[in-house]
């Protein structure tokens, strides 16, 4: 069973920074991908990176790229999201996901079997 636990969530004012956590156990395979996705009120939940477990290669969506940045901790088996220059339409709830796989484009929730329970972010203008 994995089990996924974001955490660092909050409020923060435009253009400030947070950096989400997420604590994966469970998880054996050599070669996964962990992703983070985010929903706000009335949206479909969309992609917002990911990143490959065997060659910690990265994948931004175009809204974020240059301001998200993701990246691992092999000996805490953690995934971080370092968010900056925050807008208030990064206002949602943010996921952390964990797909069995490495694919060409890990944008797609379907690919991920096992989720966190979402951390809010919300950004005031």
């Known amino acids: 069973q994995v089990q996924l636990v974001e955490s660092g969530g909050g409020l923060v004012q435009a253009g400030g920074s947070l950096r989400l956590s997420c604590a994966a156990s469970g998880r054996t395979f050599s070669s996964y991908t962990m992703g983070w996705f985010r929903q706000a009120p009335g949206k479909e939940r969309e992609f917002v990176a990911a990143?490959?477990?065997?060659?910690?290669?990265?994948y931004y969506a175009g809204s974020v790229k240059g301001r998200f940045t993701m990246s691992r901790d092999n000996a805490k088996n953690t995934v971080y999201l370092q968010i900056d220059s925050l807008k208030p339409e990064d206002t949602a709830v943010y996921y952390c996901?964990?797909?069995?796989?490495?694919?060409?484009?890990?944008?797609?929730?379907?690919?991920?079997?096992?989720w966190g329970q979402g951390i809010q972010v919300t950004v005031s203008s």
């Open positions: 990143i490959r477990w065997s060659d910690s290669t990265t």
């Open positions: 996901a964990s797909d069995p796989s490495e694919r060409g484009t890990p944008v797609l929730p379907r690919h991920y079997d096992y």
